[in-house]
Structures are given as C-alpha cells and as structure tokens.
C-alpha cells in the first residue's frame, strides 16, 4: 500500500504543478474548474437485459 500511496502522493504533486498550465486549447486546468467529479457505485445499474435471467 505504501507504493500505492506514493504514487497518489507524485500525482496530487503533478496536478498542483499544472494547475497554472494551459491546456492545447488554451485555458488552464484551474480555469476549466476545479470541482471534483464523484459517482458511487451503489448509483450505477447495468441496463437491463432482454429476456429472463
């Protein structure tokens, strides 16, 4: 888990130092928004299936 937990760690770090970066399109990530994006799995359904199971 620590191996995990650095790499966490080395992204967080890249993310904060492009936060001020344009992107090919020209706005910053920091412009673009900064909410964080979270769906629960207990939200997602699969599509129900043709016929019985």
């Not at 995990?4 to 090919?24: F, K, M, N, S, Y």
């Not at 964080?36 to 019985?52: E, M, N, S, V, Y």
């Amino acid at each position: 888990m620590e191996s995990l937990e650095g790499d966490r760690e080395a992204l967080i770090a890249l993310a904060e130092r492009l936060a001020d970066t344009p992107t090919p399109a020209g706005p910053t990530p920091k412009q673009l928004g900064t909410e964080r994006a979270f769906i629960a799995l207990t939200g997602l359904r699969r599509k129900p299936r043709d016929g019985p199971e």
